[in-house]
């Protein structure tokens, strides 16, 4: 919203600069977003000039040479094109050098053979009207020539633009941001503009002229119109347009601007019906039925849903309650009768109206903040002013007033010693009185530090209890006048738990090993998991997504790696190593560990601790390349076992024992990917993995290896991380003994070590394959593997005698699984 | 009594010996001056072994001359291995030297973290430090968490689609990490002092400003007598340790459903140092403002107790404070990313520039 500073000023001057002011509204409540200047550069350019005379152009007709008193003692010559220039009148003249509110300056120059020295101003060139059709003509007013323009005209103004909160429709009207500087400062605030009414006139009743009723009271708290007569159409005056144009808003006609004015005033927005144009003088609240249409001012036909609420007259609908009017019952210049509706809405439903129809108004973001009923009546007091003093109007006696349920005034009790335990500082009874009087709250104390306060209607809806009093003296006192303080923190104590260090670690780790961490968007489009030929059916999906692309929640981190890894292939950074760290969604109950409801079934209670979805945080990596090349080594390709050997250093880390079983995941290799499972009890971990050559050309990246890890199963299994304690290796020496095989293809490395580990019984400390050979002198299908085989015993060096024992043991154990030793 | 032959020529075959020793110049030949003076063929060797054929008297003297002839050949001999080994190192050092200019081996050159979890992490580590422990939540949430137990009417605006991405009626992606609120104190009674960090939702189309997901931390603490003011002062130690020694907090009056007072919190601007201005130029970072938005709190609403009075959160007994601050505004502040959609590309020419 814009508040021109000089209309502030005119109902509170604290005698602060506009910059203050901003300052103290910023920090009471309503932020101040910009300050800037409008209007004209320096008023003193610009000043009250009387034609002394008008004469045609000698070179053209539509051109008139004036001689113009603006006080200097010479007249000064003004060519001039407005058709109503005439000898006599008041009128406004920039001197040459002025500055234009567009930021043009004025010189003097030759039109059309005659010298023109400055320029008698149309209110539009001053910015403080639309006009162009002629120029200005003030009424004499016993200004005299040279007298400053500004004086009579606010020429020149500063703007504060200001956000107000949802909870501060109060703050909507320039009157109620004049009473926040007011209890900030104490200046002294002018009399609330909506206090007085105007005397009607005549013998005859509003109910005579028209009927009010509204038939939903859903929509609608209360709905009041006055009937005035004798109203003669035309422009406002220049104070008035000024103040609307400086508001934002554009001067239309003398009684549309008198609704506007009041709005900007008080936050009360209202409607004028030319009252001949509503049909059967009958006004009917109420929803629209589906799909019934109206052209509202703007010219657009607009149609409707039921939840909409209608102004409607006796043949249908006249205005979107709240939002905008109709154009079938618009004030014209033809107007003589107008009835001026003040009425209050419930906020959500215009909230509502106004998002369904894209269309947001004035009036509809003050209704959608909720207004206070009594605003409805303060409101038609200051137009009925307004309407007799400036349209000539005779207001009818008596207000239709539909308020099927009056609302009382709130009483809230505050206890004093409430504001100091909840702010940290305790706050004098006479500041918390007068900072509340100031607001315009009754306060009625107790005299046992208690207190009473009868909240004024416009502040209805945000102030309902103590501590909504005690954020009012808060925020007057200046929260930044509060003491900086820490809590007391008697048995809290800050730390990380084991899980989110182990999850630092790993993903340091992964950083460490040269992969870079991507965050990618939770969601994923179906198409992805199609590609990766995961069944879109089972991902939880979002029922209003932005598009397709995100319209599913990703039950694993591959594809957001893919498509990173994607997007860097495409601007020339093939060779990549990437992980992400995040959570993965599947539907509850889906998987142990869900809670089994269905979310789409859940019921409206309090869920207490459930949750909806089975979320789990993955820990996952792509490799395109597993080391780059440099000067002295070729890149190291990535393949399944760079993948791998990344898994083994994390779950190393983890403390976690583990296997890998052939074969894991539609999208992978099928003959180069693995199932990681925990050892002890089986449960699945995650999967490593060459990208099936199909999935990696969909997206066009080279062959990559990757690996996903549930970081939480990690969790859960508790590992230990090297804390069985102290294991002596140092006081007798290990025996390390290599020995070659030969077995079949088909025979894993994880076979002959559960062979050997077999046969070696306890003494063997370690197994480690060094070597794998194929070759021609061993035959097809045949495959040789070098083991180093560590022997050590804690409390003896061993004998050869002992490790050869166990040597011939493993040799007979390989030799049931078809190994033979190698000379 | 004259000196014998022997000893004589004892004295100059060591002398004969020292000057073939200095005149060596590699290991190689300086054995085979030893082999040629003290072999076992050689003339010391078997002077030697001829001492018992002199006459008794010229025993002793030949004995000791030809012994020390002897060990100063020995000594000679060892200084002279000494010298060369030292001298051929000289050369084979120099022989090996490298290009020091040359990239080290980066068998593993390291990677990062993305700015975003780098940034989480250090205000993970500062509240920790304020003695707050750090809870991770669900980011598929109940429309009850994360907004009727936050006391959001149910007419209330973010609840619309526009506004809030749902799976189902009632259940959502959470648009702020505020729920966390309520399942804390669910989980827990108080004392509770508790950060949430996390990812969050909103239907906003995206731009340079605006991206559909996003992460904030949240921020917890309710006990007997948690007061406004220690809102000021733990947010103070944030600002502090976040933007710099000397930066100030601004505490203005806010509005939001479940704060009551909300205040909106200010840091004074840590380019121009909360003066406005950068050199003669207005500051690009708080735009002349001086102070920088960065964060919302307030003390936590009544209403929001009553939802978890049971779990011992009486609003007449218990009050504290909540605050929620976005990861990547500060992100942008502190690094200057100009355009937030680019932190989700990961474009590695991006990513390679923060979390080393």
Sequence with gaps: MRVPVAWLRSYCDPGLSAAEIADVLTMSGIKVERLHRAGVGDPSAFVIGRVLDAERHPNADRLSVCRVDDGSGEPRTIVCGAPNVAGGQTVAVARPGAVMPDGTELGEAKLRGVRSSGMILAEDELGIGTDHSGILVLEEDGLPPGTPLAEALAIADELIEVEITPNRPDAMGVYGVARDVHAVTGAPLAEDPTAFDVEPAGADRAEEHAHVEIADTEVCLRFTARVFEDVEVGPSP???????????????????????????????????????????????????????????????????????????????????????????????????????????????????????????????????????????????????????????????????????????????????????????????????????????????????????????????????????????????????????????????????????????????????????????????????????????????????????????????????????????????????????????????????????????????????????ARERHHLAGLLTEAAPSTWRAEARVADFYAARGLVEALLAIAGV????????????????????????????????????????????????????????????????????????LTSFPAVVQDIAIVVDEGISAARIEAAVRAGAGDLLRSVRIFDLYRGEQLGAGRKSLALRLEFRAPDRTLTDAEVAARRSEIEAALAEIGGALRA | MAEPAAKRRLEELGAEAEAAVAATGAASELEDVRVRYLGRRSELTAALRSIGDLPAEERGAVGQAANAVRVRLEEMIAERVASLEADELERRLEQDRVDVTLLGDPAFPTGHLHLVSEIRRELEDVFVGLGFTVLEGPEVEYEYYNFTALNHPPSHPARLPQDTFYLSDRVLLRTHTSPMQVRAMEAGGPPIYVVVPGRVYRPDTPDATHVPMFHQLEGLAIDEDITLGDLRGVLLEFARAVFGPSRQVRLRPGYFPFTEPSVEVDVSCFVCDGTGAVGSERCPTCKGEAWIEILGAGMVDPNVLGYVEDSGYDPERVQGFAFGMGIERIAMLKYGVPDLRMLWENDVRLLEQFGA
């Design chain 1, 238 to 612: 220049p104070w008035l347009k000024q103040r609307l144009m400086a508001a934002g808003q554009r001067p239309i006609s003398n009684v549309v601007d008198i609704t506007n004015y009041v709005m900007l005033t008080c936050g009360q927005p209202l409607h004028a019906f030319d009252l001949d144009e509503v049909r059967g003088s009958r006004i009917v609240v109420r929803r629209a039925r589906e799909d019934e249409a109206m052209t509202t001012l703007d010219g657009v036909e607009r149609r409707f849903s039921s939840d909409v609420a209608l102004v409607c007259d006796s043949e249908g609908p006249s205005g979107i309650a709240g939002v905008m009017g109709g154009q079938v019952s618009e004030v014209s210049a033809k107007t003589t009768r107008v009835l001026m509706e003040a009425a209050t809405w419930v906020g959500p439903n215009i909230m509502r109206t106004s998002r369904a129809l894209g269309l947001r108004t004035e009036a509809s973001a003050r209704f959608e903040k909720g207004l206070h009923p009594e605003l409805a009546m303060a409101g038609q007091r200051l137009a009925a002013r307004l309407m007799v003093e400036l349209c000539g109007a005779r207001l009818v006696p008596g207000t239709l007033d539909a308020y099927p349920r009056p609302v009382a005034p709130r009483r809230v009790k505050l206890r004093l010693g409430r504001i100091g335990s909840l702010l940290g500082e305790p706050m004098p009874e006479d500041e918390v009185h007068t900072v509340l009087e100031r607001l315009g709250f009754e306060v009625a104390p107790d005299g046992s530090g208690r207190l009473a306060a009868v909240v004024p209607p416009s502040r209805d809806g945000d102030v309902q209890r103590e501590a909504d009093l005690i954020e009012e003296v808060a925020r007057i006192h200046g929260l930044d006048r509060l003491p900086a303080t820490l809590p007391a923190r008697r048995r809290a104590v800050g730390r990380l738990r084991p899980a989110q260090r182990l999850r630092r670690r790993l993903e340091d780790a992964l950083r460490d090993r040269g992969l870079s961490e991507v965050v990618a968007y939770s969601f994923t489009s179906p198409s992805a998991l199609d590609r990766l030929r995961v069944d879109p059916a089972d991902a939880l999906a979002i029922r209003n997504p932005l598009s397709e692309e995100g319209s599913v929640m990703r039950p694993l981190l591959l594809p957001g790696l893919l498509d990173a890894a994607r997007h860097n292939a495409a601007h020339g950074r093939p060779g990549l190593r990437l992980f992400e760290s995040a959570h993965v969604y599947a539907a509850a109950g889906a998987g142990e560990g869900g809670d089994g409801s269905d979310p789409v079934q859940m019921a409206e209670a309090a869920p207490r601790g459930a949750l909806p």
């Design chain 1, 657 to 728: 024992e583990w296997r890998a079983e052939p074969g894991a995941r539609p999208f992978l290799h099928p003959g180069r990917s693995a199932t990681v499972r925990g050892a002890a009890d089986g449960r699945e971990l995650g999967w490593i993995g060459e990208l099936h050559p199909l999935v990696a050309r969909e997206w066009e990246v080279p062959a990559a290896a990757a690996f996903e890890l549930d970081a939480d199963a990690i969790d859960e299994l508790e590992p230990d991380r090297g804390q069985d304690g102290y294991r002596d």
